[in-house]
């Protein structure tokens, strides 16, 4: 999982305005992680198929959806602020519908509804393909929709993708994990993966529309099984599409990690060289509280089996501090880890009490005071590592994928390597989705800067 945020964008794509059969354009606001891009584009599929526009902006929408995440008690309230920004735009629009989607929605449920009298519509993950209708009635009255579905996959619904060389394709939905402190499961519903046919049809239509890279997104992505495919056998048939160069994929969960999965990886040339791989504590009592279904010693010989088959993988991590009942020493312990393994970057949080999840009832025991201190000493353990990660690159040769021009420079591109890393290198005729060798001459906390090799 990654942190909520609000992310840039909305507008899935280059059509402008245009008139439809309900005269009505709709807005969406993606918050949270890569699956909720993923959604809010194949909601715009279900979207335009029933007629509706997508508004270029705020304020030509006649529908704003926010499409929430639930995973921290932080990203709801930033997201309950930004509602009653939203409701403003009723005074120039009174027609304008307000609609809550995804993981917040499923968590507060007909809460939000009481709460936020001018809300017309709350939606769960599962019910998107009802999206039209639900939005129809809200005109009426304030609807609500989170029933679970044990089946919904989506995989007939093409989503509505921004261009460029990198798109995201959700591979399966929901956790059967229950880990003690995330709601993920409670909001998103029993796993399901997509058939494969599916998602190779989607890949391949990738291809043909210029897109050189892919992400597989799922909650435990690599717990994917569908018939008789399992992660590595679709790792293994993506590799043979023609046109795309590189695949990625998060956030796999360590207990998952099969050697047959490490043996595709290893042996697929565009699988790329970075692994996201959760850790979240290195005392084995937290990871047991946390319901992980590994030991320390296990993660540790995963990640030795994975840089024995990869000596080139580059490896990230998701970090909780403040659980319920972590000590110091397990804070130490932690803390220590990150040492070891010498992550090339890692998300680190604090703990965040989430109602309905296990470790909501032991209470929040840690003072907020000792959580940040905990953060902040761990954030700056990890930049130091980050740095000196990057730092091993310079002088080397990286090949990078053209993303786009750098925010900096207009005469520089900005890409990144195998591993994940940003690099920033002067242009010189290259193209979006070519991929250079540059020279690494540089490494700042963030990014690494070069020049074209050869
Ligand atoms: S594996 Fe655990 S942390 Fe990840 S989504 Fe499932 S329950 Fe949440």
């Not at 120039?92 to 809300?119: E, F, N, T, V």
């Not at 579905?149 to 399966?172: C, H, K, L, N, W």
């Not at 990886?265 to 084995?284: E, F, I, N, T």
Request: hydrophobic residues 35%.
């Amino acid at each position: 999982m990654l942190p909520g945020g609000r992310l840039e964008n909305t507008v899935m794509e280059e059509d402008p305005i245009y008139p439809n059969r309900q005269g009505k354009s709709v807005y969406i606001e993606t918050y949270g992680c890569q699956m909720n891009v993923s959604d809010s584009e194949m909601m715009t599929r279900v979207l335009k198929q029933a007629g509706y526009g997508v508004a270029a902006d705020l304020e030509q929408a006649d529908v704003i959806l926010l499409n929430t995440c639930a995973v921290r008690e932080h990203a709801e309230q930033r997201i309950l602020g930004r509602v009653g920004q939203l409701a403003q735009c009723r005074v120039r629009k009174p027609h304008l519908l307000l609609g809550l989607c995804g993981c917040m929605a499923q968590h507060l449920r007909d809460r939000l509804l009481r709460q936020i009298p001018y809300l017309n519509l709350v939606v769960g993950p599962d019910g998107y393909r009802r999206l039209p209708e639900l939005i129809a009635r809200a005109s009426e009255e304030a609807v609500i929709d989170v029933r679970l579905d044990r089946t919904e996959a989506y995989e007939d619904i093409a989503p509505v993708r921004a261009d460029g060389v990198s798109a995201f394709v959700t591979i399966m939905r929901g956790c059967d994990k229950v880990c003690s402190f995330c709601i993920v499961p409670f909001v998103r519903g029993r796993e399901r993966s997509l058939a494969p046919e599916a998602i190779l049809a989607d890949v391949r239509r990738l291809a043909a529309s210029g897109v050189k890279e892919i992400t597989y997104l799922g909650q435990t992505v690599n717990s994917y099984y569908h018939d008789e495919t399992d992660f590595a056998g679709l790792l293994r048939r993506t590799e043979d599409i023609d046109g795309i160069e590189r695949i990625r994929f998060m956030s796999p969960y360590p207990a998952d990690m099969t050697d047959r999965a490490i043996e595709a990886m290893a042996s697929c040339k565009k699988v790329c060289r970075h692994l996201h791989l959760p850790l979240q504590s290195a005392s084995d009592p937290v990871l047991e509280r946390m319901r992980r279904q590994y030991t320390v010693g296990e993660y540790r010989h995963l990640v030795r089996r994975l840089r024995e088959a990869m000596p080139d993988l580059s490896l990230t991590t998701d970090i909780i501090v403040g659980f319920p009942g972590e000590t110091e020493e397990d804070f130490r312990l932690t803390y220590d880890f990150l040492e070891e393994m010498r992550y090339d970057s890692a998300f680190l949080f604090k703990y965040s009490a989430r109602e309905g999840t296990r470790a909501y009832r032991w209470g929040d025991i840690l003072s907020e005071e000792e959580k940040n201190r905990r953060l902040e000493e761990i954030i700056a353990l990890q930049e130091r590592i980050t740095v000196e990660a990057n730092r091993e690159w310079v002088g080397r040769i990286a090949d990078v994928m053209v993303e786009g021009e750098s925010r900096r420079s207009d005469s520089e591109w900005y890409g990144r390597t195998s591993q994940y890393k940003t690099v920033v290198f002067p242009r010189n005729g290259e193209r979006p989705g070519e991929i250079v060798p540059v020279t690494i001459e540089e490494a700042r906390t963030h990014t690494l800067v070069g020049r074209r090799a050869g």
